[in-house]
């Protein structure tokens, strides 16, 4: 099958222009399976709570969901997406799985980065593993990458592809998954965002791109630049993520000394 990351360039706030811009990347990509950046439709330093609180969505039934769901459906693919999520009086900083049927799955990110814990309510949804018929997929968001538990969870569930949306600020994630990949044996697929945020005074935010496709093996199989948006889509065989040996008498998944660990 074909996979994809798409890099984008969001304007903060807006939130239509954002969503519209990433669904004519995606019309035009030949991929079933698209992976596009953390709060890909709003933009990422929001100044506090209640401006989040604004012009974050519903899952079920919001715009975003229910755009991505067109071109879902259009296309016959499966596309994950980070977006702001209203849940009740909560929000999430939430990554949506949709395919051709419409929703399949929300996680919401478990593990909050810096100011993200001032605006948004910490992830209550356990790390799921959804059946698209061709691969396994799970959904991890950002700062998850250095969380090894959060991506081990997702193997042990029997994911092949893990989605990783994301707007890294940091430069080691790219390095980092690359290790994910390898001792999960998994494919890897971060999407990033380009571009600056200076929304808070003394808070200047650069995104440094950098998407990537990883194979089970840590092959790099794309890697963006850290300026452009740009997207890419790679042939992959999700099977090849359910081969866990490493050598002819190791499997990484069984040989776990899990009687030595501390959990
Ligand atoms: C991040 O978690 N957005 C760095």
């Given at each position: 099958?074909?996979?994809?990351?798409?890099?984008?360039?969001?304007?903060?706030?807006?939130?239509?222009?954002?969503?519209?811009?990433?669904?004519?990347?995606?019309?035009?990509?030949?991929?079933?399976?698209?992976?596009?950046?953390?709060?890909?439709s709003t933009g990422y330093q929001f100044k506090s709570r209640p401006e989040m609180l604004k012009l974050?969505?519903?899952?079920?039934?919001?715009y975003a969901t229910g755009r991505l769901t067109e071109v879902a459906r259009k296309k016959k693919s499966f596309i994950v997406a980070g977006i702001a999520e209203r849940s009740g009086g909560k929000a999430y900083n939430s990554s949506v799985l949709v395919g051709p049927k419409g929703l399949m799955g929300i996680y919401r990110k478990a593990h909050l980065f810096w100011d993200e814990k001032k605006i948004f309510t910490p992830g209550d949804t356990p790390f799921e593993v959804y059946d698209t018929g061709k691969a396994r997929i799970g959904m991890m968001i950002c700062f998850d990458w250095l969380f090894p538990e959060a991506a081990r969870t997702l193997a042990?569930?029997?994911?092949?592809?893990?989605?990783?949306?994301?707007?890294?600020?940091?430069?080691?994630?790219?390095a980092a998954m690359i290790t994910r990949s390898i001792e999960?044996?998994?494919f890897s697929l971060t999407a990033n965002r380009v571009g600056e945020e200076a929304r808070i005074r003394g808070k200047s935010l650069k995104f440094i791109g950098m998407s990537?496709?990883?194979?089970?093996?840590?092959?790099?199989l794309f890697r963006a630049g850290g300026k452009k948006a740009v997207a890419m889509a790679v042939e992959i065989e999700?099977?090849?993520a359910r081969k866990k040996n490493i050598t002819p008498v190791n499997d990484i998944i069984k040989d776990r000394r899990r009687d030595l660990f501390q959990l």
């Open positions: 099958m074909k996979a994809a990351v798409v890099q984008t360039s969001p304007l903060f706030g807006r939130i239509r222009e954002n969503i519209e811009g990433a669904i004519k990347v995606i019309e035009k990509l030949d991929a079933e399976l698209i992976v596009l950046p953390e709060l890909f974050a969505e519903d899952a079920e039934g919001g042990l569930k029997g994911a092949d592809i893990i989605c990783h949306p994301s707007n890294l600020v940091l430069p080691y994630c790219p999960n044996r998994v990537q496709i990883v194979s089970p093996g840590g092959e790099l999700p099977k090849d």
